[in-house]
């Protein structure tokens, strides 16, 4: 779980951090403006940052929703948004209390359990990539029967015995990643015992066939990027990915800052792991910190301006090269008092919040497996994000998505411009003070359609303050002949 107000001092302190990405070509940073003062936005479809994105996810816990009062009823509409979200990739936690009962027992049908089992139900049917997190058993609130320290060889066990079970006996393909502890240099404090304890980890699921079916990813921290160092220099035999947490001031995301540290991070991994380049790269908590801010308590979550603010981070993230950005987080529900999510707790009566609608369009539209292009960014003002999917298809056929981000307090005009690319239909979504259109089941619907070659340009008016989601990955969206 986040430390919010610890991150949020640091980040105030040290900013973000400057490097270079390894995996794309430098190319202008300043859109060229034209004499009309509308401002050219190449996109370079061969210059691909990141070949076989994952998606933007959240972080989705059952761990309250008892406690919370989730009705049969609630859960369907929960299902029913996940499902429109078509949600990629979720971030899950788990706690071996839930089964382990001490003296070598556990209880695969405790309620706890049941619950997980539920909310697995549904990524599995959705395809949903689950990174299952194993919150740590030291800290009084998480501990276990005979367990407390991370490097105990029966806590080893303990996990390999719930993995197994979860993918041979429950049969969940949908776990595809395993972190063992929360942000470990908060919750253990001790590189060289957490250290051990995913050696260890490693060694029991090793034991139990799991080779193959999980992967460890690494190292899950918050606010040290230390630990993320020395899991790329000690752990890269072990890890099969690379994962940190961040959560950005204000001002770090709208210099720009946050794209620059994620690019530190990630070139950090890819020049010193042999095998870095086809290893994952997650954002495994993406938030923001504010005066106010608490683990429990996101003051601003409920503003729509917070809506952009994310926006304005997910781009950041995937053009530094980042395979998923996994929101923090999902549902109020998951937590007693807390307020992160997108939509409200059960007895609020689960009303989306104004962010719920651009990030459930970048859920939806930026899918697994496309490639996130180079774009000619950024102004001062605005980002674009750029990805087309059907890798093996000719450029012409293929489908397109563009997220574009406008930070200024005026509108702006841009003519976005794609090296070689097909004429599109693309269905145009606006997220604005002025514009959040919906249908009648409150999901996001279409403010119009824009029409034109890709190759030629097409211009497009940004409302200020606001988010524009092109596509052509969707009904009405096509290529044009």
Same mark, same amino acid.
């Given at each position: 779980?986040?430390?919010?107000?610890?991150?949020?001092?640091?980040?105030?302190?040290?900013?973000?951090?400057?490097?270079?990405?390894?995996?794309?070509? $430098?190319?202008?940073?300043?859109?060229?403006?034209?004499?009309?003062?509308?401002?050219?936005?190449?996109?370079?479809?061969?210059?691909?940052?990141?070949?076989?994105?994952?998606?933007?996810?959240?972080?989705?816990?059952?761990?309250?929703?008892?406690?919370?009062?989730?009705?049969?009823?609630?859960?369907?509409?929960?299902?029913?948004?996940?499902?429109?979200?078509?949600?990629?990739?979720?971030?899950?936690?788990?706690?071996? /209390?839930?089964?382990?009962?001490?003296?070598?027992?556990?209880?695969?049908?405790?309620?706890?359990?049941?619950?997980?089992?539920?909310?697995?139900?549904?990524?599995?049917?959705?395809?949903?990539?689950?990174?299952?997190?194993?919150?740590?058993?030291?800290?009084?609130?998480?501990?276990?029967?005979?367990?407390?320290?991370?490097?105990? %060889?029966?806590?080893?066990?303990?996990?390999?015995?719930?993995?197994?079970?979860?993918?041979?006996?429950?049969?969940? @393909?949908?776990?595809?990643?395993?972190?063992? $502890?929360?942000?470990?240099?908060?919750? $253990?404090?001790? +590189?060289?015992?957490?250290?051990?304890?995913?050696?260890?980890?490693?060694?029991?699921?090793?034991? /139990?066939?799991?080779?193959? /079916?999980?992967?460890?990813?690494?190292?899950?921290?918050?606010?040290?990027?230390?630990?993320?160092?020395?899991?790329?220099?000690?752990?890269?035999?072990?890890?099969?990915?690379?994962?940190?947490?961040?959560?950005?001031?204000?001002?770090?995301?709208?210099?720009?800052?946050?794209?620059?540290?994620?690019?530190?991070?990630?070139?950090?991994?890819?020049?010193?792991? %042999?095998?870095?380049?086809?290893?994952?790269?997650?954002?495994?908590?993406?938030?923001?910190?504010?005066?106010?801010?608490?683990?429990?308590?996101?003051?601003?979550?409920?503003?729509?301006?917070?809506?952009?603010?994310?926006?304005?981070?997910?781009?950041?993230?995937?053009?530094?090269?980042?395979?998923?950005?996994?929101? +923090?987080?999902?549902?109020?529900?998951?937590?007693?008092?807390?307020? +992160?999510?997108?939509?409200?707790?059960?007895?609020?009566?689960?009303?989306?919040?104004?962010?719920?609608?651009?990030?459930?369009?970048?859920?939806?539209?930026?899918?697994?497996?496309?490639?996130?292009?180079?774009?000619?960014? @950024?102004?001062?003002?605005?980002?674009?994000?750029?990805?087309?999917?059907?890798?093996?298809?000719?450029?012409?056929?293929?489908? +397109?998505?563009?997220?574009?981000?406008?930070?200024?307090? @005026?509108?702006?005009?841009?003519?976005?411009?794609?090296?070689?690319?097909?004429?599109?239909?693309?269905?145009?979504?606006?997220?604005?003070?002025?514009?959040?259109?919906?249908? @009648?089941?409150?999901?996001?619907?279409?403010?119009?359609?824009?029409?034109?070659?890709?190759?030629?340009?097409?211009?497009?008016?940004?409302?200020?303050?606001?988010?524009?989601?092109?596509?052509?990955?969707?009904?009405?969206?096509?290529?044009?002949?």
């Amino acid at each position: 779980m986040l430390r919010i107000m610890c991150t949020f001092m640091a980040i105030m302190l040290l900013g973000g951090c400057a490097s270079s990405q390894v995996t794309a070509k $430098v190319v202008s940073e300043m859109p060229a403006r034209g004499e009309d003062g509308v401002l050219s936005v190449q996109v370079y479809p061969d210059n691909v940052i990141c070949r076989n994105f994952m998606g933007f996810g959240a972080e989705w816990d059952s761990n309250d929703y008892d406690a919370s009062g989730v009705t049969g009823a609630d859960f369907e509409v929960i299902g029913k948004r996940v499902a429109w979200m078509r949600l990629p990739i979720a971030r899950v936690m788990m706690q071996s /209390k839930w089964c382990y009962k001490g003296n070598g027992q556990y209880d695969w049908n405790a309620p706890q359990m049941k619950a997980l089992y539920r909310q697995l139900d549904v990524c599995q049917k959705l395809g949903t990539a689950v990174v299952l997190t194993d919150w740590g058993i030291e800290p009084p609130r998480l501990r276990t029967i005979d367990v407390t320290r991370v490097e105990d %060889p029966r806590y080893a066990e303990i996990v390999a015995n719930y993995m197994d079970y979860l993918l041979n006996t429950k049969g969940y @393909t949908c776990i595809t990643y395993f972190i063992l $502890v929360n942000e470990p240099n908060y919750e $253990v404090r001790d +590189w060289n015992r957490w250290k051990t304890g995913v050696q260890q980890v490693s060694a029991a699921m090793h034991r /139990k066939g799991l080779d193959g /079916k999980v992967t460890i990813l690494g190292s899950d921290h918050s606010n040290a990027d230390d630990w993320h160092r020395n899991a790329v220099d000690q752990l890269q035999k072990f890890l099969g990915g690379y994962d940190i947490h961040r959560y950005a001031s204000q001002d770090e995301v709208r210099r720009g800052a946050l794209l620059d540290y994620f690019k530190a991070n990630w070139s950090y991994a890819l020049t010193r792991d %042999p095998a870095g380049k086809d290893k994952p790269l997650i954002v495994g908590e993406a938030g923001f910190g504010t005066s106010g801010s608490s683990y429990k308590n996101n003051p601003i979550n409920r503003d729509p301006s917070y809506g952009v603010l994310m926006s304005d981070f997910a781009v950041q993230s995937a053009n530094a090269g980042s395979w998923a950005v996994l929101a +923090w987080m999902l549902d109020d529900n998951s937590h007693l008092g807390f307020n +992160w999510g997108m939509w409200s707790s059960s007895s609020a009566g689960l009303a989306t919040k104004p962010w719920f609608y651009p990030w459930a369009l970048l859920s939806r539209y930026f899918r697994p497996g496309s490639s996130i292009v180079q774009s000619s960014l @950024t102004s001062k003002d605005l980002r674009v994000l750029a990805a087309h999917g059907g890798g093996t298809f000719p450029l012409q056929e293929r489908s +397109w998505s563009f997220c574009i981000v406008n930070r200024a307090a @005026t509108p702006k005009r841009i003519r976005l411009l794609v090296q070689g690319g097909p004429r599109l239909k693309l269905d145009r979504y606006l997220y604005s003070n002025s514009s959040a259109k919906v249908d @009648t089941d409150g999901f996001p619907a279409p403010s119009g359609t824009v029409s034109g070659d890709l190759g030629a340009g097409i211009e497009l008016s940004c409302e200020a303050n606001s988010v524009i989601i092109l596509t052509s990955d969707s009904d009405t969206g096509a290529v044009l002949k």
